[in-house]
């Protein structure tokens, strides 16, 4: 079982549910298209409606119970919208449509729809000011680097009415033209998302929608740090195994005092951002007043740790850590796409000092 668990009662199932239907050798095989395994998390486990409420169909959890599932899925590279859905658009439907007046909330749990949030429209993915127009019942919108786009049949996009009232609208994914991204990890879903003055409901309308939009892309950040954990973790795991197996002038080169300091350097960044990951969904499930700042932090304290265990995770395996076909450089890839899509390290820290004054 795993050495670290976010949830007691959580992990232990989800890890063994993903280990005996969808192991790395398995998990690194998916492409952008939505994973067969999807509709067994969502109807065996209910990890799509961990957030949902009950009275809509849901399991009532928290974000530390997502947050244990989407490091799960990333201990075994598996690829799918538990962030985007089950933890983004859950947090962010319940946050502004808490009767789920929509239906979504309720789609989501009981029935598998994948609903995503589309945040960007520049091209860098930096900021979640939108621009969009809604002209009822007209959406125009343009979105960049969504996160399991490519899996969606539903687009949640923030946009502007005819008054100048933010709006949060909903577009089925059939009437927009999606297109899946050039991506370091294809399993990730990413796509280009247009609109072009097709038909939208409307789930929320106020001033409240551009905060709960920024916390649901903080809830993705915070989310995907735990879903880079579980990635780095197995790199760990492969290295330290790797090291003892392998013989080098008759020892095996975990005895080298320049790899065993690596593997004691892999572990130290592990424990770090392990527990400020911990910390930090902690405080979100209870929406603390510091729960922005403390995912923040997490996000930036674990996207530089990840990103280390992964490369010198391949240094540990030599020449076959650097090739495509080791499952080395399947996690690497997962690292890399998780470090950047709900904002970089530099713009965590960034926010943290903003957040604290300075």
Not at 125 to 143: H, V
Not at 188 to 198: D, M, P, S
Not at 210 to 220: Q, T
């Amino acid at each position: 079982m795993p050495s670290f668990e976010l949830s007691a009662e959580l992990t232990p199932v989800l890890a063994k549910f993903l280990a005996h239907r969808s192991p790395v050798d398995v998990s690194r095989g998916g492409g952008a298209e939505r994973s067969p395994l999807w509709p067994a998390l969502v109807d065996e486990v209910g990890v799509a409606g961990l957030l949902v409420a009950e009275e809509h169909g849901g399991q009532g959890a928290s974000l530390v119970e997502v947050g244990a599932a989407a490091l799960e899925c990333g201990r075994v590279g598996w690829s799918g919208p538990v962030v985007a859905t089950a933890g983004v658009a859950a947090s962010l439907l319940g946050a502004l449509d808490p009767d789920d007046a929509a239906g979504l909330q309720r789609a989501v749990a009981h029935d598998g729809a994948v609903v995503v949030a589309a945040f960007h429209e520049d091209p860098r993915g930096a900021a979640c000011t939108s621009t969009a127009s809604y002209d009822a019942p007209a959406l125009t919108a343009r979105r960049v680097h969504v996160d399991s786009g490519t899996h969606a049949d539903t687009v949640l996009v923030e946009a502007v009415d005819g008054d100048g009232v933010p709006v949060l609208c909903a577009v089925g994914a059939d009437d927009a033209e999606v297109v899946a991204m050039d991506s370091v990890d294809p399993g990730r879903g990413l796509a280009r998302v247009e609109v072009r003055t097709a038909t939208a409901s409307v789930v929320a309308r106020g001033p409240q929608v551009p905060d709960a939009v920024a916390d649901a892309w903080l809830v993705g950040a915070l989310l995907s740090s735990a879903d880079a954990l579980g990635a780095a973790s197995r790199v760990l795991d492969l290295a330290r195994d790797y090291a003892v197996d392998r013989q080098q002038f008759g020892r095996p080169v975990a005895t080298f005092q320049s790899v065993k300091h690596k593997l004691v350097d892999m572990f130290a960044e592990l424990e770090t951002a392990r527990s400020m990951v911990r910390h930090a969904l902690e405080e979100a499930a209870a929406r603390s007043d510091g729960w922005r700042l403390a995912a923040s932090a997490a996000a930036a304290r674990t996207g530089d740790a990840t990103m280390l265990v992964v490369r010198e995770g391949v240094q540990v395996h030599g020449g076959i850590g650097f090739t495509w076909e080791h499952e080395v450089s399947h996690h690497f890839r997962r690292v890399t796409a998780a470090r950047a899509l709900y904002g970089t390290p530099a713009r965590h820290r960034a926010l943290l000092a903003e957040g604290m004054g300075f």
